[in-house]
């Protein structure tokens, strides 16, 4: 089956800094690739999500790229503000996310105000 | 947007008994729904997937008497966890995804199960 790797496990930023993280993936049947934000004690929100046939997708102060050659897909956070802090998802899906989406071990991000 | 709900959001038993969760959407019709659990700082692991009016797939190391899963309309799943034990203590999220087209999945608030 798939498995998600994703790094780091903590990541503290100052406020304004860019954040980082990386995700790699072993199914190279995946096709979806969403990242959740989850606040404590909250339910998974999706924040952003990229198709195989796209290299890169950006919203506002957050992006995603993606390379399918090498199996890894990473979460770009510009301007990082202390709403950002949260715990941040990667995962992957061959069918699309309407499927069985498998899940990265989740990376904790603090915005140092 | 797609709204799920979960109900209850907290609930406290005692060891033996039997606990059941729903997970409603509430403006779609959900043809596949999801449970996962989710320990302590921990990730969201894929507990089952039900699609309405078959029995449910289960993941390697779940049990299917211990976690059973009903999905009998397309907008409500549920999932009794049966003779509950400490160790089933967990954060249980359930999801709902609408038909190809769409790939979003649509997290419920989560249930806080405390087995005492």
């Known amino acids: 089956g798939e498995n998600v790797e994703q790094h780091p496990s903590t990541l503290s930023v100052q406020e304004g800094d860019s954040a980082v993280i990386k995700c790699t993936y072993s199914?190279?049947?995946?096709?979806?690739f969403p990242w959740y934000k989850q606040e404590l004690g909250k339910r998974p929100q999706l924040i952003i999500d990229?198709?195989?046939?796209?290299g890169e997708k950006k919203d506002q102060r957050i992006a995603v790229t993606l390379n399918k050659t090498a199996k890894h897909f990473s979460l770009h956070i510009t301007e990082t503000q202390p709403e950002d802090s949260a715990v941040y998802f990667c995962?992957?899906?061959?069918?699309?996310?309407?499927?069985?989406?498998?899940f990265g071990t989740g990376t904790k991000l603090q915005v140092i105000p | 947007g797609a709204v799920v709900s979960q109900h209850p959001s907290r609930v406290i038993c005692k060891s033996g008994t039997s606990v059941k969760i729903e997970c409603r959407s509430l403006d779609f019709q959900a043809t596949t729904m999801f449970w996962y659990r989710q320990f302590p700082k921990k990730s969201l692991m894929l507990m089952a997937t039900?699609?309405?009016?078959?029995?449910?797939?289960?993941e390697q190391g779940v049990e299917k008497d211990k976690f059973l899963i009903n999905h009998a309309s397309l907008t409500l799943s549920t999932l009794t966890v049966t003779s509950a034990h400490p160790e089933d203590s967990s954060f249980y999220i359930c999801?709902?995804?609408?038909?190809?087209?769409?790939?979003?999945?649509?997290f419920g608030p989560g249930t806080r199960l405390t087995v005492l």
């Open positions: 999801s709902a995804s609408v038909p190809q087209g769409r790939d979003t999945q649509y």
């Open positions: 990229i198709r195989s046939n796209v």
């Open positions: 039900s699609n309405e009016g078959s029995k449910a797939t289960y």
């Open positions: 995962a992957a899906s061959r069918d699309g996310g309407y499927q069985k989406v498998t």
């Open positions: 199914d190279s049947a995946s096709n979806y």
